[in-house]
């Protein structure tokens, strides 16, 4: 069944966070499956589970629970957001293959563009090596007791929920922010975790463009 896209713009985080809840209470076996791709106002969004520690200096950025899961993390301008909507079940995964599978679309992504991407296998998202982004080199073995972000940056955060065997939330991947509000936190719920979009890694390409292939790949590794 193909994957339906919807390209909403720049919209407020609670909004979009509403309408994903309610199509997914309201969806049944034979609903389509759904991809909605955003840009959101500047927010930081806390996991379910999510401790207000982590929330160092919010200002004058809004802090919003949700019901996905993970810690706290930042949208703004110039983030690439993607949100599917997906029934597990008839897919015919589980859950961690269906958070493999949005980490591999980011990494065929990144690649796109020269970056190489890495996963960390107890932190989900996708991270790059700060002194060399475009070392194709796979990431070291890190010895018990040492820190596994060190010399490391973050350019993907991920956090679904599921209900009833149908996930939503989804993925961001930084472009082009301003990336000071996630001095503001502990990104994910790690001290001291750096994060980096593509420009401050030296690639200059429009939110758009990614946008569009980060799509393509979704609806790819998504469609049953």
Same mark, same amino acid.
């Given at each position: 069944?193909?994957? &339906?896209?919807?390209?909403?713009?720049?919209? %407020?985080?609670? /909004?979009?966070?509403?309408?994903?809840?309610?199509?997914?209470?309201?969806? /049944?076996?034979?609903?389509?499956?759904?991809?909605?791709?955003?840009?959101?106002?500047?927010?930081?969004? &806390?996991?379910?589970?999510? !401790?207000? +520690? #982590?929330?160092?200096? %919010?200002?004058?950025?809004?802090?919003?629970?949700?019901?996905?899961?993970? &810690?706290?993390?930042? #949208?703004?301008?110039? &983030?690439?957001?993607?949100?599917?909507?997906?029934?597990?079940?008839?897919?015919?995964?589980?859950?961690?293959?269906?958070?493999?599978?949005?980490?591999?679309?980011?990494?065929?992504?990144?690649?796109?563009?020269?970056?190489?991407? #890495?996963?960390?296998?107890?932190?989900?998202?996708?991270?790059?090596?700060?002194?060399?982004?475009?070392?194709?080199? %796979?990431? @070291?073995?890190?010895?018990? /007791?040492?820190? %596994?972000?060190?010399?490391?940056?973050?350019?993907?955060?991920?956090?679904?929920?599921? @209900? !009833?065997?149908?996930?939503? #939330?989804?993925?961001?991947?930084?472009?082009?922010?301003?990336?000071?509000?996630?001095?503001?936190?502990?990104?994910?719920?790690?001290?001291?975790?750096?994060?980096?979009?593509?420009? @401050?890694?030296?690639?200059?390409? +429009?939110?758009?463009?990614?946008?569009?292939?980060?799509?393509?790949?979704?609806?790819?590794?998504?469609?049953?």
């Amino acid at each position: 069944m193909q994957m &339906q896209m919807q390209w909403l713009g720049r919209q %407020p985080y609670d /909004g979009i966070e509403a309408r994903m809840r309610a199509f997914t209470e309201a969806r /049944g076996p034979e609903t389509p499956d759904e991809l909605w791709m955003v840009e959101h106002d500047p927010v930081f969004t &806390q996991g379910v589970g999510g !401790r207000a +520690e #982590h929330v160092l200096m %919010p200002g004058d950025i809004p802090v919003v629970r949700t019901q996905r899961g993970g &810690q706290v993390t930042f #949208h703004g301008p110039g &983030q690439v957001v993607a949100y599917p909507l997906v029934d597990l079940r008839r897919l015919g995964v589980f859950v961690k293959e269906y958070v493999f599978r949005l980490e591999a679309a980011v990494l065929q992504v990144l690649e796109a563009y020269e970056v190489t991407g #890495h996963r960390i296998r107890t932190a989900p998202g996708i991270y790059v090596r700060l002194d060399d982004p475009f070392d194709h080199a %796979p990431l @070291s073995t890190v010895e018990p /007791g040492l820190d %596994p972000f060190a010399g490391l940056g973050k350019i993907a955060a991920l956090g679904v929920k599921v @209900s !009833r065997h149908c996930a939503y #939330h989804g993925l961001a991947v930084n472009v082009a922010m301003d990336l000071e509000p996630f001095g503001r936190i502990n990104p994910c719920g790690y001290a001291g975790l750096r994060t980096v979009d593509l420009r @401050s890694l030296g690639v200059q390409v +429009e939110p758009a463009d990614v946008a569009l292939r980060l799509a393509q790949r979704l609806q790819t590794l998504l469609t049953a």
